[in-house]
């Protein structure tokens, strides 16, 4: 940019000067208001005068009175002072608001068992803290539309204006009724000979990713029963009427069934000699970038020592599993 080049717009300070010589009725009242010397004052009319090429003050009276561009430059003036104090006052509004009501989404089973840990956590920066439960397609919408400002889901779908930060991942299990006789080295198909299989529904991130992983290791399972959530399936599942594919979170969601159920590793089946793979879904804190200042790294702090510390021992040791049943993730991204 060539520095010699005529600005486009006069200085914010000369305008606000104008205003005061006219509002007040003379340079030395200004003067005053303005809190600077009068040759201060006189000096940003002699600007504002040469940046529009006309007088703005009739110097041959006394008090000297604005001109005809000098009364217009003040019309015009006023109005933009308005404008910008109206300005401020609405973005402040709307942090004064993002403080008192923070609107949360999770999954179910993350919302059951952590969402309180984090509710306490948030309580002592936060006036009001809503947190809503749903599926992942559910909450990402609801954040894409901004009825969300954070959303704990499933998903690592990158979108325009969105971020997410990874908080914690954990393995499949299989669920089975307490007592049932497992054959050994059997597969997920002859298991589903013996018992029935009960599904996560479809429309689901969970019930996606399950589909997906019998298909590839080429298990066809009947669809007989369907649930979004995991309290109907483990029902079933503890009364005898069949098996699931489930995590540890979301046994946890639902541990009033876990006397009645038993849950085994997907290494424990083999298929054509070979044991299955882990199944893992990941959590993450989906956010707008820039919008709410420290907030979602204290979420994601907050969740991060929450699972390491608290929910993956107390998981590990009611279902007798691996101590880091949960992994958390260590990256800022």
Request: aromatic share 8%.
């Amino acid at each position: 940019m060539n520095p010699n080049s005529q600005p486009r717009q006069p200085d914010w300070d000369l305008l606000v000067s104008w205003i005061a010589v006219v509002e007040s009725g003379s340079i030395s009242e200004a003067t005053r208001l303005l809190d600077i010397s009068q040759a201060a004052v006189s000096q940003r009319i002699k600007q504002l005068e040469t940046f529009f090429g006309t007088a703005l003050l009739d110097r041959s009276t006394r008090p000297a009175q604005p001109t005809a561009a000098g009364q217009r430059l003040f019309q015009h003036a006023k109005e933009l002072l308005t404008q910008a104090d109206q300005m401020v006052e609405s973005v402040r509004s709307v942090s004064r608001a993002k403080r008192m009501a923070v609107r949360i989404g999770c999954v179910d089973s993350f919302a059951a068992t952590v969402g309180p840990l984090l509710i306490k956590g948030l309580s002592g920066s936060s006036h009001q803290i809503r947190l809503w439960s749903g599926i992942t397609p559910t909450l990402d919408a609801l954040i894409e539309s901004r009825q969300l400002d954070l959303a704990v889901t499933t998903s690592a779908f990158l979108s325009a204006g969105i971020s997410r930060a990874c908080l914690f991942s954990e393995k499949y299990y299989v669920v089975l009724p307490t007592g049932f006789d497992l054959q050994p080295l059997c597969s997920l198909t002859e298991l589903g000979r013996q018992l029935k299989f009960i599904r996560y529904s479809a429309r689901s991130v969970i019930g996606q990713q399950v589909d997906d992983y019998l298909r590839h290791c080429g298990d066809h399972l009947e669809r007989t029963y369907e649930f979004d959530t995991t309290d109907p399936l483990l029902s079933l599942v503890a009364n005898g009427m069949g098996f699931a594919l489930t995590t540890p979170l979301c046994i946890w969601q639902s541990r009033h069934f876990v006397p009645e159920i038993h849950v085994v590793p997907l290494s424990a089946f083999l298929r054509h000699g070979r044991a299955y793979a882990d199944l893992s879904r990941a959590f993450f804190l989906a956010y707008r970038q820039g919008e709410l200042g420290t907030l979602p790294t204290e979420v994601r702090d907050l969740v991060r020592i929450a699972a390491r510390h608290q929910i993956s021992k107390d998981i590990a040791a009611c279902l007798h599993l691996e101590a880091d049943v949960l992994l958390v993730s260590e990256s800022d991204d």
